[in-house]
């Protein structure tokens, strides 16, 4: 899971202003805008818990198709399939601690609910 922020100059519903806004991008898609001057957040994905499972649960589909091609780039990568193959369970439940970190961040908002 990778969060990215820009901030830009964009104008506020609320504060009927042009104000700085941060740029919350989730997976390089666009997740929240939030404006500077007054704190008003938009959240922009109608269901992030369903794009990120969908993202995860494709990667975990294509992983034997990426192996493959990756090894007949580069035959020689064969060396660290052993390590990988050991330790990909773990790094899949560390990204899965982070969704549902994120998940229950989202639920602790007031006002703004992530479903």
Request: charged share 30%.
């Given at each position: 899971?990778?969060?990215?922020?820009?901030?830009?100059?964009?104008y506020?519903?609320?504060?009927?202003?042009?104000?700085?806004?941060v740029?919350?991008?989730?997976?390089?898609?666009?997740?929240?805008?939030?404006?500077?001057?007054?704190?008003?957040?938009?959240?922009?994905?109608?269901?992030?818990?369903?794009v990120?499972?969908?993202?995860?649960?494709?990667?975990?589909?294509?992983?034997?198709?990426?192996?493959?091609r990756?090894?007949?780039?580069?035959?020689?990568?064969?060396?660290?399939?052993?390590?990988r193959?050991?330790?990909?369970?773990?790094?899949?439940y560390?990204?899965?601690?982070?969704?549902?970190?994120?998940i229950?961040?989202?639920?602790?908002?007031?006002?703004?609910?992530?479903?």
């Amino acid at each position: 899971m990778e969060f990215q922020e820009l901030q830009t100059e964009l104008y506020c519903i609320k504060c009927e202003e042009n104000e700085m806004h941060v740029l919350t991008y989730l997976n390089q898609r666009l997740y929240k805008a939030r404006c500077e001057g007054c704190g008003h957040e938009l959240f922009i994905s109608p269901d992030p818990r369903k794009v990120l499972y969908d993202e995860f649960l494709q990667r975990i589909v294509t992983k034997p198709e990426r192996i493959s091609r990756e090894l007949k780039e580069n035959p020689r990568r064969i060396v660290t399939l052993p390590y990988r193959v050991i330790s990909k369970p773990y790094r899949m439940y560390k990204e899965m601690q982070g969704l549902r970190q994120f998940i229950a961040q989202g639920k602790s908002r007031n006002g703004s609910k992530i479903s």
